[in-house]
């Protein structure tokens, strides 16, 4: 039986929690793993190179992109990349633990694109009313960046079929949230497609 971990990523839209819910994740099993990421962006005091990023030059990140090394990268706005090595996350599955990556849908989908094994999780809130007053209720956010988020779930949704789960987080409802994504990776640990060599195993006791 194989003994690799699961890449699982976690998408949703502003307002579905997603940081939260991965964040706890992390903290309360360690058998889940993270990957450090890669970024252009220069060092900032206490940073350490390998531990916080793994920090490279423009020119090295996109030689990488182009050698398709970069199993996910987003440019921002200060026109510093950020991503997510493949040697990196192959490190963290190949030790047996399982990979959770909340990256945005673009991200998630050149994932699958790159590691069809992936195991894609769309995090949504339960409805669009209520993704309207979580931002709101935030306080922090100007006006036109709210319409901007609100907007951009239709985008997000409109590519939800090429995800493999969807798991609402209620209000208040973070723990169960993740029972319902561990429930997920149980299932997929299971899967048949994962364990081709049960039959020559199966015969050989």
Do not use: W
């Not at 094994?117 to 709101?136: C, G, K, N």
């Not at 319409?147 to 939800?160: G, I, K, S, T, Y």
């Amino acid at each position: 039986m194989e003994n690799k971990g699961l890449l699982v990523v976690i998408s949703g839209p502003a307002g579905s929690g997603k940081g939260t819910v991965t964040k706890k994740m992390l903290k309360e099993s360690d058998s889940f793993g993270y990957s450090v990421s890669a970024t252009t962006r220069e060092p900032r005091p206490g940073e350490v190179d390998g531990v916080d990023y793994h920090f490279i030059t423009r020119e090295d990140f996109e030689q990488k992109i182009e050698k398709g090394e970069m199993l996910e990268y987003t440019l921002f706005c200060n026109n510093q990349f950020y991503g997510t090595l493949l040697s990196e996350a192959m490190r963290v599955i190949e030790s047996g633990k399982d990979l959770l990556l909340e990256i945005e849908v673009e991200g998630g989908l050149n994932v699958k694109r790159l590691y069809p094994d992936a195991v894609l999780i769309m995090l949504l809130p339960p409805s669009f009313s209520v993704q309207e007053a979580r931002l709101r209720g935030r306080g922090t956010e100007e006006e036109e960046n709210i319409l901007a988020r609100l907007a951009r779930a239709h985008e997000e949704l409109a590519v939800l079929d090429r995800y493999d789960y969807i798991v609402y987080n209620e209000d208040n409802g973070v723990d169960a949230c993740i029972a319902e994504i561990r429930n997920i990776v149980r299932a997929e640990k299971l899967a048949t497609k994962r364990h081709s060599d049960v039959p020559a195993q199966y015969f050989s006791h």
